[in-house]
């Protein structure tokens, strides 16, 4: 479902899939919940690939930004696809989660 690679203290997690749905989110929101056991853990979810989101998967995203906050963590988003870029931005999920056009400029931001 998922690949991680770490840099530094930051782990980046890459999805497998194309679609986070109904069918994937869960397991999905599972897999990266185990990244934030430790407090200050430092997480990017890079979008590269996905060109769909349902509820359920925006539901597992705004799940483990609570999950981040909770465990004074931080979650950044990156390299959304074009499709997905306007759902975000039509539910006004864009003020919610920070989001980075692409990998470098979201791993600069943690400076």
Known sequence: MINTEKRGRIEIVSLTESKL???TAETFREEVTLLFSENN???IINLTGVDYIDSTGFGALL???RVAKNNYGMLKLCSPEEPVKKIFSTLHLD???EIYSNLD???K???
């Open 109 to 111: 931001s943690f400076s």
């Open 63 to 65: 799940s483990l930004l």
């Open 21 to 23: 749905n109904a069918l």
């Open 41 to 43: 853990s430092r997480v």
């Open 95 to 97: 003020s919610i989660f």
């Open 105 to 107: 400029e979201c791993l």
